[in-house]
C-alpha cells in the first residue's frame, strides 16, 4: 500500500507557521541578510545659517573680551551689521549710478560677456595643461626663473628701483591720463 504524505507529516521537516522548515531554510537563503534602518538625519540647517550664527558668537566673544567686564554688548553688533547694510546698499547705488553714465551699454555688456568667456576657457586650458606629466613642473621652473632674474634686475639695487617706479608712473599717466 503506497503511503500519502503530506508536508505536515513528513518526518524530515516540521511545521513552522503553515510552512516546512526546509522551505524556510531555502528561502532564507536565497534573501538577502538587510542590516536595520538609520534613524532620520537631524534637521538640516543652510550652510549660511550656521555661518552666520557662528559669525554673531565670534563677534560676541570678540566683544566680551574687549570690555574689561566681560559682558556682552549687543549694540556694538548691531552696528556692525547696519554698517554693512549701509556699505553694500551704497555700492550699489554707486555701481547702479556708472551704469546710468555709461554711453555704449551695449559695447561694455559685450567686453563682460567677452571677458567671462575668456575667463571660462583660460580655466579650461589651465586645467587641461596640470593634468599633462611634466609640463606643470617646466613651468613652475619658469616662473621662478624669471622671478628671480626680474628681483635681481629691477629691485635689488636702488637705481634700479627707481627707474622701475618712474616706468610704472609713466605707465599710468599714459593710461589714465594726466588730471
Known amino acids: ?103 555704449d551699454k551695449y559695447a561694455v555688456s559685450s567686453l563682460g560677456v567677452a571677458a567671462f568667456v575668456l575667463l571660462w576657457s583660460s580655466t579650461g586650458v589651465i586645467s587641461a595643461i596640470d593634468r599633462l606629466p611634466l609640463i606643470p613642473g617646466v613651468f613652475e621652473l619658469v616662473g621662478i626663473g624669471y622671478t628671480g632674474w626680474f628681483a635681481y634686475k629691477n629691485l635689488i639695487f636702488k637705481p634700479d628701483r627707481e627707474a622701475l617706479i618712474s616706468k610704472i608712473k609713466g605707465y599710468y599717466k599714459d593710461i589714465i591720463g594726466s588730471s
Open 1 to 103: 500500500m503506497a503511503s500519502i504524505t503530506s508536508p505536515s507529516s513528513s518526518s524530515s521537516s516540521t511545521l513552522v507557521d503553515g510552512k516546512t522548515t526546509r522551505q524556510l531554510a531555502t528561502a532564507a537563503s536565497s534573501q538577502c541578510v538587510t542590516l536595520p534602518t538609520l534613524p532620520p538625519p537631524p534637521a538640516v540647517q543652510s550652510r549660511a545659517a550656521k555661518t552666520t550664527a557662528y559669525c554673531r558668537k565670534i563677534a560676541r566673544n570678540v566683544a566680551a573680551l574687549a570690555t574689561s567686564t566681560g559682558e556682552v554688548v549687543t549694540a556694538e553688533a548691531t552696528t556692525a551689521e547696519t554698517s554693512t547694510t549701509e556699505i553694500s546698499s551704497e555700492l550699489v547705488q554707486k555701481i547702479q549710478e556708472a551704469w546710468e553714465n555709461v554711453d
